[in-house]
C-alpha cells in the first residue's frame, strides 16, 4: 500500500483552533478582478503554486459522470493541460469522490494512474484537496512536490480552507456562465435562440466589412406545422422542431449555425465563399428533412421545410436588410408550392 493520510472535515477541524492563513494581497486582487472562469482558476494555480513552495499545482473540475478534467496549471506539466483523467482507478478521482483531502508521501508506491504520470516527472509526492461548496464537490485543487513526505498537517489545514473558499468562487463563475448560456439557448431544441443569432449574424457583418468573410443566411420555415400539430399533437411537434435542429446541425457543422427565431422558424448562417455552394447546402437540408420519417407512438411524421436565401453584400450594415430580403424569398418559397430552396438574388426558384 502507498504511504498515504486522509484528512476529513473532522480531523481538519481539530486543527483549526487558533490558526491564522495569511494571504497576498495581490493573490485576492487577482481573484477579484478576474472576468472569466479561465482567469480565476488561472490566477488560483499561479498563486497555489508559490504558497505552497510547489513544483506543480493544478485544478480539476468535473466533466461529465466519469471525468475530472485539467483546466489550469502551473509548474510542471507532468499531466498536460485539458487532460481527461478518469474518476475511477485514480488518485485525484478518489479524493474527489471521498471528498477527503488526501495527502500520497511517496508516488512511486501508488499503482494509481495520474499518481504514476506525477512520478515519471520526477514528483515525489502529491496533496489533493476537495473543491466543495455547499453540497457539491466541484473537481479538486492539487500540489506536487519533489520531496517525499514533504507535506504537514498544516499544509493539508491550509490548502483545505483554501479550498473551500475558491470553490464558491468557482460555483459563482459556474452559475453565471449557465445563466448567459440559459439566456442565449432556445430550452426546447438546445440551439441557439433569437438574442444570440441576433449577436452571431451582426458579428458576421462585421467581419465581412472588415475581413471580408462572406456568408448566407437562410429563414427556414416548417411547412404546415400547425396542421401537424392539430393532427399528432404538441409534443409530436416539439419533437419535429428538435429532429429539424439535430439533422441540420449535423449538416451544417462546422461551416454553420442554425438558431431557433421563431415558433417553428429558424435562421441559417453559412460561411461559403459561393452562393451557389450555400444554395446547393440549403437544398440538402431540405431534401434531409422532407426524407425523414419521424416515428411518434404509433404513427410515423413527414414533414417538409421551405427555406429563403440571401448572400450578405456590401449595403448590409445591419441584420434587418439580410432578414427581409430572405424572408422575402422564403414567403415566394411558399407561395410556389412549399418545399422549396429560393434565393432572393437570383430570385429563382430552386426545386
Not at 429558424?266 to 416515428?295: C, G, M, P, R
Request: some cysteine; hydrophobic content about 40%.
Amino acid at each position: 500500500m502507498p504511504t498515504e493520510r486522509k484528512f476529513p472535515p473532522s480531523k481538519l477541524s481539530n486543527l483549526e483552533k487558533g490558526r491564522e492563513i495569511n494571504l497576498p494581497v495581490e493573490f485576492i486582487q487577482g481573484l477579484s478582478s478576474a472576468l472569466s472562469l479561465q482567469e480565476v482558476l488561472d490566477s488560483i494555480s499561479q498563486w497555489i503554486h508559490k504558497l505552497f513552495d510547489a513544483e506543480r499545482a493544478s485544478i480539476t473540475l468535473q466533466n461529465g459522470n466519469d471525468l475530472l478534467k485539467l483546466y489550469s496549471i502551473s509548474g510542471n506539466k507532468a499531466i498536460p493541460l485539458d487532460y481527461d483523467v478518469p474518476i475511477s482507478n485514480t488518485f485525484v478521482g478518489r479524493v474527489f469522490s471521498q471528498r477527503t483531502l488526501t495527502v500520497c508521501d511517496d508516488l512511486e508506491q501508488s499503482h494509481e494512474l495520474d499518481c504514476q504520470l506525477l512520478s515519471q516527472f520526477g514528483l515525489k509526492t502529491c496533496m489533493d484537496a476537495p473543491l466543495i461548496s455547499g453540497d457539491i464537490c466541484l473537481g479538486t485543487l492539487n500540489v506536487a512536490h519533489n520531496q517525499t513526505n514533504y507535506y504537514t498537517e498544516l499544509h493539508a489545514l491550509k490548502l483545505q480552507c483554501l479550498a473551500n473558499w475558491i470553490a464558491l468562487n468557482i460555483r459563482l463563475h459556474l452559475q453565471v456562465k449557465e445563466l448567459k448560456h440559459l439566456a442565449l439557448t432556445d430550452h426546447l431544441t438546445g440551439a441557439p435562440n433569437r438574442r444570440a443569432f441576433t449577436t452571431t449574424i451582426m458579428q458576421s457583418i462585421h467581419e465581412f466589412h472588415e475581413q471580408g468573410k462572406l456568408f448566407c443566411i437562410g429563414l427556414m420555415d416548417i411547412d404546415h406545422f400547425k396542421a401537424l400539430n392539430d393532427r399528432y399533437g404538441h409534443n409530436a411537434g416539439d419533437y419535429v422542431l428538435q429532429h429539424v435542429v439535430k439533422i441540420t446541425a449535423e449538416i451544417v457543422n462546422y461551416i454553420g449555425h442554425i438558431s431557433r427565431i421563431g415558433g417553428e422558424e429558424f435562421a441559417i448562417i453559412l460561411y461559403q465563399s459561393s452562393e451557389q455552394e450555400a444554395v446547393d447546402l440549403f437544398k440538402t437540408i431540405k431534401d434531409a428533412l422532407a426524407n425523414s420519417v419521424i416515428k411518434y407512438d404509433d404513427d410515423e411524421i413527414c414533414f417538409t421545410v421551405s427555406i429563403g436565401v440571401t448572400h450578405v453584400n456590401e449595403s448590409d450594415n445591419a441584420p434587418e436588410s439580410l432578414l427581409r430580403r430572405s424572408d422575402q424569398a422564403l414567403y415566394k418559397a411558399k407561395s410556389m408550392g412549399r418545399n422549396r430552396v429560393n434565393t432572393f438574388t437570383t430570385a429563382r426558384l430552386l426545386s
